[in-house]
């Protein structure tokens, strides 16, 4: 045992026990050997290709202290599996890297509430981890599994030509983040829960995974996702405002504030936006139709560099940006 780890010998080892072996979902989970030894065993399915990702939350960066433990479990799996989401993956395995400042033991057993819910919604198995002290952060490993079959679904493979998809509504969490730094408590749950308890849009991506070109989950806004895909895709893209996926409540704001670049610029949507060629479109609505998935097509990809967005007919060039760690 290393000397940061939480230093209450026995402790440590029934918290492991206790809250972090769980046996595996279900019997083609692909565990061959779960926590308690060195490393966990996993066996891939055949003819699949691994999935890996690692995010971390950091209190007072990624949610503000104090946030309820059972949903920010929920959180700190949700979007690693959006990320899994975003590349066609079928979510199989997740670590968890634990740092606490105490071994609080509810907060624990809250945290592993949300995150077990959200895991087993997925069957999804937890195989291992690390519990250390020192500042809250939380830090999630997914993997899943690609079939070899499915060769889009990345940044880089958007077409001139494609169409732009939204899996979902955007800009609730950002009325919620803009909510929450007002010092407002009583938030309505519907934007609240969108920046809380983000649902990764795993059926979506099931169900577009064939003929998606690009594809990015939307962590950090529109604007600044979208042009991850187009910088590495070495094109542009239109949007048409009147098409955006927005709620009421979102347009009000909006509005209100006179912003109306708040939903491409906020994060923490963790909705799908990938890019369709025409000639699959029809294909594709009907069948995010019959699984009653939405399906939003906002724009389209360009030769031209660079973001545009037409609203009432006018055009605006946008700054491919939105939030950042380190400016
Ligand atoms: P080691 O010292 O060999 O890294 P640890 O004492 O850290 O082992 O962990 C013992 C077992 O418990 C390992 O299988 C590890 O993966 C698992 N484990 C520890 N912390 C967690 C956690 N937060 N979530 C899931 N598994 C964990
Ligand atoms: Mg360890």
Redesign the pocket.
């Known amino acids: ?2 000397k940061s ?1 939480l230093s209450l010998d026995a402790d ?2 029934s ?2 026990r206790q ?3 769980h046996p595996p979902q279900h019997a083609s989970s692909g565990v061959l050997l ?7 065993l996993l066996q891939p399915a055949l003819d699949t290709r691994l999935a890996v990702t690692m995010d971390t939350l950091v209190s007072g960066v990624h949610f503000f202290e104090g946030t309820d433990a059972e949903r920010l479990g929920h959180k700190a799996l949700a979007v690693n599996l959006s990320d899994l989401a975003a590349m066609g993956a079928t979510p199989r395995w997740v ?4 740092t606490l400042p105490e071994p609080d033991v509810v907060w624990i057993a809250d945290f592993m509430k949300g995150f077990m819910a959200l895991a087993g919604q997925h069957q999804l198995s ?6 250390t002290r020192g500042p809250l952060s939380i830090t999630v490993q997914a993997m899943g599994e690609v079939p070899v079959a499915i060769v889009g679904m990345r940044r880089d493979r958007a077409k001139v030509g494609d169409l732009i998809c939204l899996s979902g509504g955007i800009g609730l969490a950002g009325l919620a983040l803009y909510h929450l730094l007002q010092g407002q408590t009583s938030i309505e749950s519907s934007v609240i829960d969108a920046l809380e308890k983000p649902m990764p849009q795993l059926a979506t991506s099931l169900a577009i995974r064939e003929w998606a070109n690009a594809c990015i989950d939307l962590s950090d806004g529109l604007a600044q996702d979208l042009g991850h895909i187009l910088t590495a895709s070495g094109v542009g893209a239109s949007l048409i405002w009147e098409a955006l996926p927005l709620a009421e409540c979102v347009l009000d704001h909006c509005q209100q504030k006179d912003d109306p670049w708040m939903p491409l610029m906020a994060g923490d949507d963790y909705q799908l936006c990938f890019t369709v060629s025409p000639e699959h479109r029809d294909a594709l609505v009907a069948r995010l139709a019959s699984e009653n998935l939405p399906c939003h097509i906002i724009g389209h990809v360009e030769d031209r560099s660079g973001l545009r967005l037409n609203v009432a007919g006018q055009t605006y060039e946008l700054p491919l940006r939105g939030f950042r760690h380190f400016s």
């Open positions: 045992m290393g780890e440590e080892f918290i492991i809250f972090f072996t779960g926590v308690g030894d060195d490393c966990a670590m968890l890297s634990l937890l195989v291992g981890g690390d519990t």
